[in-house]
């Protein structure tokens, strides 16, 4: 009897070893993961490869990339950290905050900061720039507006959790340093722009409207009420009239994309996840109503900016350039890298009538970011100094 | 390949138990050498070769000694493993210190490329020594067999961070062990226990030491610096006896019965006690083959107190290159000297400060242990003692998740509890039904943990 006992543990314990590359090799159906993954080759062995040991690491990366129950194993992990411990894996760039509102680190290392992040020297440089450019296209009737894009933890400052927070005191340094010595430098210079903080805090919509669940995008229903700020501001450089208008519009939400993983904690169960989005629907455009061309120069909050504009009918020719090295065609999915002051780019990045750059306020540090880039690339070619 | 990767469980580990099984009794040695070799060359290829020249060298050297007992060949076989342990090991730091020096004369440094370290050489080393000056000294038989010595310094379960096996606790075994489906379930919860130590406890809790060491010192509390070193010593623990746990499991699994590594140290109520309940096979290596040649205690008090000194800073370099290795080992060198100076006199104090003592004192050498510099020891110590840092440190949340906090409770009531039971008869046992469902439960759970968290190396593995 006892020996039955010890031989069912060992094969109990040994089936639980093997069970992942058994399953890989019986093709058992697997929990799906949400996420972008990129496929893992299976090296090739050789005596080289073997001996600075990179055909160990390859084979290992494969190896973990292709086991077994994988999926099954992530989805149980994430449930468990999330519902008993309401943490996500380390490493993970999202974060917990009240009420299961979900942040993402980078924001929250900015609400965090305690240092000055830029040159005030570097700051004025890029604001004189800024200015310099925007006289230039304005006196061509094309338009250059610079758009502030709030971060979650601007919008959803009460729902930072104490335990991810810093004692910084109110006002904290994010704000004093970094939005506000932006918004004073571009003033200073009579810079025509958009304020998204300001806009989005003077909306008084429900907030859960303005933001998903995502831990850093805005709804497209915020893109599209700053874009109506920036058709303003168009008219206002260019003195021609484009009207925009938004009215908000639940929809059901994508449930799944391979990027959101990352920002929704898909591979959690029990989460409440969104399964609505607010989106906004426009009037149709009048026939005869001028179509410019708009450019979205920035991070990734452009995306939404660009799907909202397209969406418009406004615009004539729409593109984005992501972080300004990656041009994004009439498909999203043709996605090209681009190198300025190239015949290539030229085409595509000059003879544009609205140039929206996006300042992402976790991003804001002048010195050496796309703003920084694409400004100087810009300014360059309109012989801006 | 730490045993603790997913590489390790689902795949090296089924595979060889199922060769290793499948093969004829006769030929059990052979696959366990191969398994051994394939081990250790997948962490490093470019030093097995080294290994498998030293061992051959050892065999043919041991039976020179066995027959001659000739000092000169025993000196010459240390010798010649002391060098490679210093080449590989030490002569990056030697050089460095150098460089510094000629630095401060106004030379320029030494050309030099930095030595890469082989995993596990200062285990291999130390075995290879003990087996020549055992068979020197007459204490065991040169191996009969080239295949039994070189299986007995690649076995995979100890050969990349120990336990420090002596050739004479293995000779039998290595000939004729016996296998049994009762040592094989022993073997598995072994492993279970030592797999989830390491990855639910000590990796966890490794969050909070390293965001407690990775501070500036500006943002330190005394709060703050003692629950990092405090969760570094829990780290440490569940890291190394978790990794010793599941090399004793493996072993058992084909039929090895190796030595304890670890008896539940912090119990202890005296340095002098934790020293022989923490790597106990460090700790009696450098008892036999240092302490005692030195002269040990039978050359007066004052000669057994620097040989004590002398054999914890060695200890201390052993582990690692660099001077807070050095000041960890002298620090616990000098308590045990203060041990040995106060006799029975500490038996007047009460037990319980003993312990709380003992605990601090040994929270303390973990600190110099962990820091990279002996600078950032001392500001993590500055911290412990009441400095106060004028910044804000980052948030909680950041180095101190929940699941961490919980494994850092978990893991303090875990090492603590056995204190209660030390000094009554009463040992808990549990039903095998339930030690069982517990390793099963321990094994599938760290091992799905482990597929969706970032690994961190095993800390023995760099010495």
Redesign the interface.
Known sequence: M??L???L??C???A??????AARLARVRDHALNGAFTPVALPTPSAAS??D?SF?QG??AW??AT?GL?GY??V???TL?YH????T???SPV?LGRDGVLFIDED?NYF?R?TLLFDPAKLEALATRIAAIQRALAARHRAFIPLIIPSKTTVYRDAV????????GEPRVSDLRLYLEMKRALDAHHVVYVDGRELLAGLHAPRDELWGKSARHWSEYSACRALEQVAARYRELTGVALDYDCTALTVPGIASHEDYDLLRLLNTLWVPHEHLVTTATHSTPPPDAPKPSVMFVGTSFCWSLLHDARHSRRFGRSRMAYYDRTLIHDREDDQTPIEPHTAEWRAEFLDIDIYVLDLFETYLAPGDSYVDHFTAELGTELGVP | ?PFS???F???F??AF?VAYYASPRAAKNYVAIGASLVFY???A??FLPVVVALGVIDFVISHQLARTRRKLLLAAGVTMHLSVLVYFKYSNFFVGELDALLAHGGISPLTWTPVVLPIGVSFITFEEISYLTDVYRGDARPARKLSHYLLFLTLFPHSIAGPIFRWKDLEAQLAERVH???L??EG??RF?VGLAKKVLVADSVA?IADGVFGMPADQLTPGLAWAGACAYALQIYFDFSGYSDMAIGLGKMIGFRFKENFDRPYISASITEFWTRWHISLSTWLRDYLYIPLGGNRRGRRRALLNLMIVFTLSGLWHGAAWTFVLWGAFHGAFVMCERLLGKRRDAVPRAIQHIATLVIVVIGWVFFRAGTAGHAFDVLAAMFGRVGD????????YA????Q?AFVAGAVIVLAPIATKYRAWRPRLP?AVV?AA??LA??GS???L????ITPLIYFKF
């Open positions: 006892a020996r006992y010890d031989k543990a060992v109990l314990f040994v639980l070893a093997a069970a992942p590359v073997v001996r040991e160990q084979f290992k190896f973990e086991l994988r194993a992530v149980a992990d994430n950290l008993a411990f309401h943490d894996k380390s490493g974060r929250l965090n305690d959790a104490a335990r991810w927070s810093r004692d910084l | 390949m990767s997913l590489l469980i689902h795949l580990l089924p138990l060359a997948w962490g290829p470019r049994s489906w009762q094989a379930r598995f919860e279970a969050l910044a804000i440190g980052p948030p909680t949340a950041d998740p929940h699941f961490a919980f095998l069982t390793g099963l094994f599938a091992a799905i943990h597929t969706n968290m970032r």
